[in-house]
């Protein structure tokens, strides 16, 4: 068995392939640096994280594959799922070894699953776009706190950027204790001391706007009033909202 530690990133994972095929010796598992080895381990090797050889092997996928394609091996990625980064590799090294599109070989495995799991975080991207609901603090910084199911914060900010460009957000992930703050011009990622600012979901009364609860009380309002009761189903309601997400939503409090 090979077996080769990374740093768990991106860079590294791509530095991987290229090791792998400059020492035409690919691993049958890919752990992180600091992981135990499994029993009967016939070699053991550390990739080095280099950003020149990530970007080579990115610009040689670039060239083997659509951008759609290249953007699943993200997604993918950013699923965070148990040996995803196994599945991103033999994905890679069969778009590398072979002379023609595997793009829509859905009867390869490898290739279906990259592609349902990609699907199933975009999902969860376009669900956060639908459902983040911002709260205005007293410094007029409008706060989001967020923790969808896989790690799709970067995949949505740049909507934000544009849609509320007059305005400083924050949108946190609570789950994963790291935020973007935008300023008015550009966007930066930042961490908290503390989540208790967002207890139960909600920004913390005390950090409110004077008018926060104000406009909280008007959507509410409105909310209710746009509701037609005899139109109302619960079971097709939880599957459009799932209840996962109610808790960071004003109208559902």
């Known amino acids: 068995m090979v077996i080769f530690h990374y740093d768990k990133t991106f860079e590294g994972l791509l530095s991987a392939v290229f090791d792998a095929y400059f020492r035409k010796t690919f691993p049958d598992k890919l752990l992180g640096l600091e992981e135990i080895d499994p029993l009967f381990v016939d070699e053991n090797y550390t990739v080095v994280t280099q950003k020149d050889k990530a970007e080579r092997v990115w610009k040689a996928l670039k060239k083997k594959l ?3 394609a290249c953007n699943m091996l993200t997604y993918v990625w950013l699923s965070e799922l148990e040996e995803s980064d196994r599945l991103i590799f033999q994905y890679i090294r069969k778009v590398f070894d072979s002379e023609v599109s595997i793009e829509l070989n859905l009867i390869d495995d490898d290739i279906l699953q990259v592609r349902n799991l990609a699907q199933k975080v975009n999902k969860e991207r376009l669900r956060m776009i639908e459902f983040v609901r911002f709260q205005k603090a007293a410094d007029d910084i409008f706060f989001a706190p967020i923790s969808p199911d896989y790690n799709c914060l970067p995949l949505i900010i740049q ?8 305005q ?3 949108i946190y992930d609570i789950k994963r204790d790291y935020g973007f703050y935008y300023d008015l011009k550009t966007v930066t990622e930042m961490t908290l001391e503390t989540t208790s600012l967002f207890p139960g979901g909600k920004l913390n009364e005390a950090l409110m706007a004077e008018d926060e609860k104000k ?3 008007l959507w509410k309002a409105y909310f209710k009033s746009t509701t037609i009761k005899d139109r109302i189903n619960p079971k097709l309601h939880c599957q459009l909202l799932p209840r996962r997400y109610w808790k960071y939503m ?3 409090q």
Do not use: V, Y
């Open 66 to 68: 659509s951008s759609n």
């Open 168 to 170: 400083k957000w924050i």
């Open 250 to 252: 004003t109208e559902k």
């Open 159 to 166: 909507h934000f950027k544009a849609r509320f460009a007059d």
């Open 215 to 217: 406009f909280q009380q």
